[in-house]
T-cell receptor
């Protein structure tokens, strides 16, 4: 398994500002993802964070709004830019473990409220 | 493209009753299948997964699921639920050879009443 921590755990932000969320893993992992869970809804994949190259974004998500960094195999950041109330969500990072194929482990999430 | 449909948004049951949470998927490629549970104010936890082999898979907390390829379903069952099973349950698929990304269903809220 993998132990994942996220910072901050929650934040309240003003419209128009940006917030950077950090994800730290206790072991080196190849695949790391960022998801969004809007209030009362399911998880939606934002992007795959690639080490050493640009992230791969899913349909409906763009780099200008959600820039992602992945400087090494244990750390990634997601920035939510120019926030609006519609960005209020829980943001989760996940990693694919080195054990059973495709088993993903999730961080505790960052609960973001935009006023 | 892939999609996952969880047919029930809410399932209320009484304690010690059996429960089935339904999940159907659509995919043009082969997929792995997962059920995750999210307890109130907690993170996601893997319940069980189907990668290959026997179509009946057993997970934690007494849950099991059966993969039916012809019906593209992966329903989750438990013969006798407890109050502590109250949570949100998510079905998810992961396409082969796409690095492990997950596509989630909408979730089913299981509410167990005494």
């Amino acid at each position: 398994s993998a132990v994942i921590s996220q910072k901050p755990s929650r934040d309240i932000c003003q419209r128009g500002t940006s917030l950077t969320i950090q994800c730290q893993v206790d072991s080196q992992v190849t695949m790391m993802f960022w998801y969004r869970q809007q209030p009362g809804q399911s998880l939606t994949l934002i992007a795959t964070a690639n080490q050493g190259s640009e992230a791969t974004y899913e349909s409906g998500f763009v780099i200008d709004k959600f820039p992602i960094s992945r400087p090494n195999l244990t750390f990634s950041t997601l920035t939510v830019s120019n926030m609006s109330p519609e960005d209020s969500s829980i943001y989760l990072c996940s990693v694919v473990g080195t054990g059973a194929y495709n088993e993903q482990f999730f961080g505790p999430g960052t609960r973001l409220t935009v006023l | 493209a892939q999609s996952v449909t969880q047919l029930d948004s809410q399932v209320p049951v009484f304690e010690e009753a059996p429960v089935e949470l339904r999940c159907n998927y659509s995919s043009s490629v082969s997929v792995y299948l997962f059920w995750y549970v999210q307890y109130p104010n907690q993170g996601l936890q893997l319940l069980l997964k189907y990668l290959s082999g026997s179509t009946l898979v057993k997970g934690i907390n007494g849950f099991e699921a059966e993969f039916n390829k012809s019906q593209t379903s992966f329903h989750l069952r438990k013969p006798s639920v407890h109050i502590s099973d109250t949570a949100e349950y998510f079905c998810a698929v992961s396409p082969y050879n796409q690095g492990g990304k997950l596509i989630f269903g909408q979730g089913t809220e299981l509410s167990v009443k005494p």
